[in-house]
T-cell receptor
Framework: GAGVSQSPRYKVTKRGQDVALRCDPI?????LYWYRQALGQGPEFLTY????????KSGLPNDRFSAERPEGSISTLTIQRTEQRDSAMYRC????????????FGPGTRLTVT | GIQVEQSPPDLILQEGANSTLRCNFS?????LQWFHQNPWGQLINLFY???GTKQNGRLSATTVATERYSLLYISSSQTTDSGVYFC?????????????FGEGTQLTVNP
């Protein structure tokens, strides 16, 4: 079946603009995760959902970052008033269970803030 | 939080050589995954291996959970094996299921 999809794949925005990044998980997957990956480093956790409930947002760097998953499927990560330091690869993953299950990653969204 | 250390940080091989990548972690885990990030940035699942041994073609992995380490073996390496290999773990705790990634091993396979 289809894997995790993300859109857009590339986003260039000007400093101060808001951006919304979308993640479409594998059908039926209960848990959805957002990670951010800087160049030359491993992905770092941002937040995750079980169904529509946001379980942990401790990895969000500040209050400009927010995420939602209103119907327990597609999720949106929103960054308000973007700054250059927000430039990174944003990765989404999903898993069929809530803990201890394999996570499957999407292709990522490369965000560049100019 | 849990610490994940990968070694070596960089590895250069000739095509056909074998290699072993190591991942050490600092706490009990209920998930350990190995990934390959190819030169196009895709993160590809290699193994889900919180314990035991698995093999998939030229690749195999072993996790010794009691000693908190995992090994990824690549045999008869090919140029397409080039990229960054990440180990990631999920700490065994009552809440939270985040993966914590190591810094990766950059593998270059020369023809």
């Amino acid at each position: 079946g289809a894997g995790v999809s993300q859109s857009p794949r590339y986003k260039v925005t000007k400093r101060g603009q808001d951006v919304a990044l979308r993640c479409d998980p594998i059908s039926g997957h209960v848990s959805l995760y957002w990670y951010r990956q800087a160049l030359g480093q491993g992905p770092e956790f941002l937040t995750y959902f079980n169904y529509e409930a946001q379980q942990d947002k401790s990895g969000l760097p500040n209050d400009r970052f927010s995420a939602e998953r209103p119907e327990g499927s597609i999720s949106t990560l929103t960054i308000q008033r973007t700054e250059q330091r927000d430039s990174a690869m944003y990765r989404c993953a999903s898993s069929p269970g809530t803990s201890g299950y394999e996570q499957y990653f999407g292709p990522g969204t490369r965000l560049t803030v100019t | 939080g849990i610490q994940v250390e990968q070694s070596p940080p960089d590895l250069i091989l000739q095509e056909g050589a074998n290699s072993t990548l190591r991942c050490n972690f600092s706490d009990s885990v209920n998930n350990l995954q190995w990934f390959h990030q190819n030169p196009w940035g895709q993160l590809i699942n290699l193994f889900y291996i919180p314990s035991g041994t698995k093999q998939n073609g030229r690749l195999s992995a072993t996790t010794v959970a009691t000693e908190r380490y995992s090994l990824l073996y690549i045999s008869s390496s090919q140029t397409t094996d080039s990229g960054v290999y990440f180990c990631a773990v999920e700490r065994q705790e009552t809440s939270g299921s985040r993966l914590t990634f190591g810094e990766g091993t950059q593998l270059t396979v020369n023809p």
